[in-house]
RNA sequence: GGCGGGGUAGCCAAGUGGUAAGGCACGGCUCUGCAAAAGCUGUAUUCGUCGGUUCGAUUCCGACCCUCGCCUCCA
């Protein structure tokens, strides 16, 4: 079975077959580093995770780029505002995007582009050129330069907006007044008294890129001319997508990408996520002030299907935390009989056919949901049965985890247990072989005090975090 | 106003023209020195509302209600 994409283009599924057999070139709209990525921001990224680790799962090599918008609007007031360099003002923020990437073990592209890198605004000038000399864009008397959406016809086509329904209400900003069509886009900005010392030099004179053709320049510089797939959220579409389709196809005569994935937005609590509506998250607010782990707000954000809404909740952050605790006992059992296992050859026959929905699932669209049931239903399946589970059945099972955990990315982290904590465990298992319930007891409520649960089960005793 | 999503048990959510996956929560049971944990198990005559097509619709069509996104730099 192919795999299938809905793509926002023809807006169908369409089976996926990339340019190069084998290898996927993928372009993934990353952050404005002005400020703390929130969680929605973190939606998007975490789908693109999925996306590029069930290609890897299905035996693709895939070549991702995510950019970082280091100058825009934001950014320029930002480092304004605190009176420091663009590069000083937006350093921190990029660190602590990577910070987040980890703790939500998104794994790394291979290029993280920043806007601001000098081979990256002299591709851009160059696009920008180009587009000029075929007449697709043109100078404004400020110095400014403006992509004709005109000289395009098949602009809109990704958004399925009709140019001319786009004018109507339309205001026209006053500092913009010298485009031809109100729908036209700047590819390069002229300086403003506004931008300090933010700008490079351009055959246009002082100034800065736009931001849609920072990702066509670093797109088709780091991908080549097409790409295979291009993820962004929904509000990408338009203008953005649109407008990276419009310059970078006037400039390379080609089909720009070949594959279009949008996520769709969350909400949190039921209700749109703001800052005045007080259900405004950065992944720091909930990791750092509210105690989630990373890991369990990766299970929150992954488990719904990318194109579906996805209401955010601290019920579903609980219940992120629950469904991985029964992933993380089933492992645990599982590994233990595995140990014990003699022989390599290890494929539970009546299995195979669970074991393999879950990459089917996925295979549909990304199905999360339907792949994370089959997962559930694997566990319980053998749970059921786990008496008669034989050690190269379990080493079987393990196999199979290990793939799936290699798309999911929710392997339990196995914690250090400190040498203090070890040796009370140990004191303790003395007390219960004799039968010293009340020692037993307080050395529990010890183990408690110092940040560890002992659970007490048929073969001895259980550690997890408290 | 235009375009596009979504409304399925207490919560989060799959899904299909033929009679509702999975997770959480809750109840029952097993296990257990106690406790907790863990495991098994039960729980939607019903899929926003009203019509229509059909032998049969949650699934197709129409209308309506609610909600979210985009409509020029917001994932």
Not at 72 to 94: H, M, N, Q, S, V
Not at 237 to 245: L, M, Q
Request: glycine share 6%; net charge negative.
């Amino acid at each position: 079975m192919p795999i299938r994409f809905f793509n926002t283009f023809s807006r169908q599924l369409e089976d996926f077959v990339p340019l190069e057999p084998g290898i996927v070139r993928l372009y993934t709209c990353g952050p404005t580093v002005y400020n703390f990525a929130h969680i929605g921001n973190f939606r998007a990224y975490v789908f693109e995770d999925l996306l590029q680790r069930h290609l890897e799962y299905r035996g693709y090599r895939v070549l991702r780029v995510m950019n970082l918008t280091d100058v825009d609007d934001k950014t320029i007031r930002g480092c304004r505002a605190a009176g420091i360099p663009l590069a000083e003002f937006t350093k921190p923020f990029k660190d602590a995007f990577f910070e987040d990437l980890d703790a939500l073990r998104i794994k790394r592209a291979q290029h993280f582009p920043e806007a601001t890198a000098a081979d990256h605004i002299a591709r851009m000038i160059s696009m920008i050129e180009t587009l000029v000399e075929k007449g697709h864009a043109y100078r404004a008397e400020d110095g400014s330069v403006y992509f004709r959406i005109r000289s395009f016809p098949a602009y809109g086509q990704l958004a399925h907006i009709v140019l001319d329904e786009l004018q109507a209400g339309v205001r026209i900003r006053s500092d913009e007044y010298e485009k031809e069509n109100v729908g036209d886009f700047a590819l390069w900005k002229a300086w403003d008294p506004a931008d300090g010392d933010v700008w490079w030099e351009s055959p246009w004179g002082r100034g800065r890129p736009g931001w849609h053709i920072e990702c066509s320049a670093m797109s088709t510089g780091l991908l080549g001319p097409q790409l295979d797939i291009h993820c962004g959220g929904e509000d990408n579409i338009f203008p953005h997508h649109e407008a990276e389709i419009a310059q970078s196809e006037c400039v390379t005569e080609l089909q720009f990408s070949r594959y279009w994935l949008h996520c769709k937005h969350l909400q949190v609590e039921g209700a749109k996520m703001a800052k005045s509506a007080g259900n405004f998250f950065t992944l720091r607010d909930l990791t750092k002030e509210k105690g989630w782990s990373g890991r369990e707000v990766r299970y929150a954000l992954l488990s719904v299907k990318y194109r579906e809404p996805l209401n955010f909740t601290m019920e579903g952050l609980g219940a992120a935390r629950s469904a991985l605790g029964r992933i993380d006992e089933w492992t645990r059992k599982i590994r233990e009989i595995a140990d014990s296992a003699n022989s390599a050859d290890a494929d539970p026959p009546h299995m195979r056919s669970n074991l393999a929905a879950f990459g089917q699932a996925l295979d549909d669209d990304l199905n999360i949901s339907a792949a994370l049931a089959s997962v559930f239903d694997v566990i319980r399946e053998t749970n059921r049965r786990i008496e008669e589970i034989s050690p190269n059945e379990a080493k079987g099972l393990m196999t199979w985890l290990d793939g799936v955990q290699s798309v999911l990315g929710l392997t339990s982290e196995e914690s250090e247990i400190p040498q203090q904590v070890r040796d009370l465990v140990a004191q303790r298992e003395q007390a219960r072989l004799e039968k010293d319930w009340k020692t037993s007891d307080v050395l529990r409520d010890k183990i408690q005090t110092l940040g560890w649960t002992i659970k007490d089960s048929k073969n001895g005793q259980k550690l997890t975090r408290a």
